[in-house]
């Protein structure tokens, strides 16, 4: 199969039509942001200002929130209807303790390849799930590094390779158009963090499975959560009746105790920026250390 494509305008309008639907199906996505969050508490970090890079309909804001209450809270999101979402979803307490400690939120609709922040003017660059939908990641990435300030933390998790390898592999027996999304490896994302400008990045990998009564309920699962394909080279009609059958029938061959698995490889990272070593001029910085004679 040929090298994967996004077509962003596609996964936008997927994304827009869930968060319209407000359907609160995101559990993979709650479940996957708990354990982002859990690493945090072996990171020092007092933020002054964090962005949410695709932060959704804004839960990630909330519990962002919760941890840092003095910090100014940015919204970030690609999807028009999960910004006006993530505007919305400030809870009365959350408002409450923003007053309180004189922090802002923020939300912006805009892409992770040209966001409208100026360099350097935040503390923390936090994306969940996110960084998968981005059409250019290593463009995503150089642009994460952009607006970091010096010393700051990017914090994210993203799709592995193996995300939906049984419907990947239905599907392929059933016909060889895409019908599914394809993840970049672990150590691919590492080369592009380090390429990116970032200073030892940290990777690691974990497998969580879903179970499903049927194939329908994953379809319908994907959908609601705006998690469809948008390949580039995606088939734009129905899958016909016939391959349908067959994806089924391949896809049988992999339930276990009546339920059928799905797959879901977790890519987690997190990386530094590092101190400046070019002025803004072109000249080089370089520290210079005095010894004192004793």
């Not at 859990?38 to 002054?48: G, K, Q």
């Not at 999960?82 to 009365?92: D, T, V, Y």
């Not at 003017?121 to 463009?139: F, I």
């Not at 607006?147 to 060889?176: C, I, N, Q, R, W």
Request: charged fraction near 30%.
């Amino acid at each position: 199969m040929d090298e994967f494509h996004l077509d962003v305008r596609q996964a936008r309008r997927a994304f827009d039509r869930a968060a319209r639907a407000a359907a609160d199906t995101a559990v993979l996505q709650r479940e996957v942001e708990r354990r982002m969050f859990e690493r945090l508490d072996y990171i020092r970090l007092t933020p002054a200002r964090v962005l949410d890079a695709g932060c959704g309909t804004g839960r990630g804001l909330g519990l962002l929130r919760r941890r840092y209450p003095k910090a100014d809270l940015i919204g970030a999101d690609f999807a028009p209807a999960a910004i006006q979402a993530a505007s919305r979803s400030e809870s009365l307490f959350e408002r409450t303790r923003r007053m309180l400690f004189r922090a802002r939120r923020s939300h912006l609709c805009a892409d992770f390849s040209l966001l409208p922040l100026r360099p350097g003017c935040v503390d923390m660059l936090w994306s969940n799930l996110a960084l998968a939908w981005a059409g250019e990641p290593l463009a995503a990435l150089r642009e994460f590094h952009r607006v970091l300030a010096p010393g700051g933390l990017l914090m994210f998790s993203s799709y592995g390779p193996d995300t939906l390898k049984e419907l990947k592999s239905a599907f392929s027996a059933a016909s060889p158009a895409r019908r599914a999304h394809s993840f970049d490896d672990m150590h691919d994302v590492g080369d592009m963090l380090v390429a990116s400008g970032f200073a030892a990045p940290v990777m690691d990998v974990e497998t969580i499975t879903l179970t499903y009564a049927d194939v329908a309920a994953l379809a319908r699962d994907l959908k609601v959560s705006g998690q469809t394909c948008a390949a580039r080279d995606r088939p734009r009609g129905l899958c016909g009746r016939s391959a349908w059958r067959k994806m089924l029938a391949a896809y049988e061959r992999e339930r276990r105790d009546g339920k059928l698995p799905a797959t879901i490889e977790v890519v987690y990272g997190h990386a530094w920026k590092g101190e400046p070593r070019v002025a803004a001029d072109g000249r080089q910085i370089v520290k210079w250390t005095t010894a004192i004679p004793r």
